[in-house]
Nanobody, 116 residues
Framework: QVQLDESGGGLVQAGGSLRLSCAAS????????MGWFRQALGKEREFVAR????????YYADSVKGRFTISRDKAKNTLYLQMNSLKPEDPAVYYC?????????WGKGTLVTVPS
């Protein structure tokens, strides 16, 4: 079983920065790739960024390219999302996801609020 715990969300003014973390635990953690998704109120969950665990290849949604950076610390089994230049359209619950053995595991999410 894999457990994912997100943290780092909060309230930040437009133009500000936040760093989200996702700590993975469990004896069977063996991720192929991890990613961040977000779900705003009344909207569907959408892809934000993805990173392959071993090679570190990264992929971003167009809406966050140049502003967000995904990274991982393999020694700590922790995923990060550095979010800069936050915009009023970025508020959402941010979830991390781990892909392994053909399955997806999700965390419970962390809330990011950007007052308009």
């Amino acid at each position: 079983q894999v457990q994912l715990d997100e943290s780092g969300g909060g309230l930040v003014q437009a133009g500000g920065s936040l760093r989200l973390s996702c700590a993975a635990s469990g004896r069977t953690f063996n991720s192929y790739a991890m990613g961040w998704f977000r779900q705003a109120l009344g909207k569907e969950r959408e892809f934000v960024a993805r990173i392959t665990w071993l090679a570190g290849s990264t992929y971003y949604a167009d809406s966050v390219k140049g502003r967000f950076t995904i990274s991982r610390d393999k020694a700590k089994n922790t995923l990060y999302l550095q979010m800069n230049s936050l915009k009023p359209e970025d508020p959402a619950v941010y979830y991390c996801r781990s892909e392994q053995d053909g399955k997806s595991y999700w965390g419970k999410g962390t809330l990011v609020t950007v007052p308009s």
